[in-house]
């Protein structure tokens, strides 16, 4: 099993572009959750998935959108980078108690 | 909806003495509590949990505590070795949370062992 597999591990974008952080789990876990975490900083939930075509926000969720056409992917769209959005973006996935993450995307908006 | 306080934010300790974090929680509804490790540049992992119908569990060097009734838990970490130095995070969760059995995060808590 590869766990979670996030991509890509770095990125550089400008303010105005969008992109999508990629996130894949090979476990068949129903939930999944998409974290940043901003320097010296905890874990702040943006969106989550209880399953297959189920997506909701958590704490942080504007300015970002999910979608979850499979149990497996779980992408994260960024619409209109602000540099508040420059973080360490965490997607980690469950079935029941121990949550595994991905080794997070590193994002800097200039 | 739940909130995790956890403290310190930093600590420091002699390599082979013991470290102790604490957290408290506020929502009642939470049975579930694990302790994640985070090593600089790494991703968080789970190195120890515990369920509300539990007063204590351990785990060789680590170990965990929990009050219900004053909704408070703790990780003590003995004998210290260079390599726990990390940002421990502590969590709440549970099945009736806002977040479809979300993990609220503590703020994490820096521990450094000097060797």
């Known amino acids: 099993n590869a766990g979670v597999t996030q991509t890509p591990k770095f990125r550089i974008l400008k303010i105005g572009q969008s992109m999508t952080l990629q996130c894949a789990q090979d476990m068949n876990h129903n939930y999944m959750y998409w974290y940043r975490q901003d320097p010296g900083m905890g874990l702040k939930l943006i969106y989550y998935?209880?399953?297959?075509?189920?997506?909701d926000k958590g704490e942080v969720p504007n300015g970002y959108n999910v979608s979850r056409s499979t149990t497996e992917d779980f992408p994260l769209r960024l619409e209109l980078a602000a540099p508040s959005q420059t973080s360490v973006y965490f997607c980690a996935s469950k079935f029941d108690t121990e949550a595994f993450f991905g080794q997070g995307t590193r994002l800097t908006v200039v | 909806g739940e909130n995790v306080e956890q403290h310190p934010s930093t600590l420091s300790v002699q390599e082979g003495d013991s470290a102790v974090i604490k957290c408290t929680y506020s929502?009642?509804?939470?049975?579930?509590f694990p302790w994640y490790k985070q090593e600089l540049g790494k991703r968080p992992q789970l190195i120890i949990d515990?369920?509300?119908?539990?007063g204590e569990k351990k785990d060789q060097r680590i170990a965990v505590t929990l009050n219900k009734t004053a909704k408070h838990f703790s990780l003590h970490i003995t004998e210290t070795q260079p390599e726990d130095s990390a940002v421990y995070f502590c969590a709440a969760s549970s099945k009736s949370g806002n977040y479809g059995q979300n993990f609220v995060f503590g703020p994490g808590t820096r521990l450094s062992v000097l060797p």
């Open positions: 515990i369920r509300s119908n539990v």
């Open positions: 998935s209880v399953g297959a075509g189920i997506t």
């Open positions: 929502d009642s509804a939470s049975n579930y």
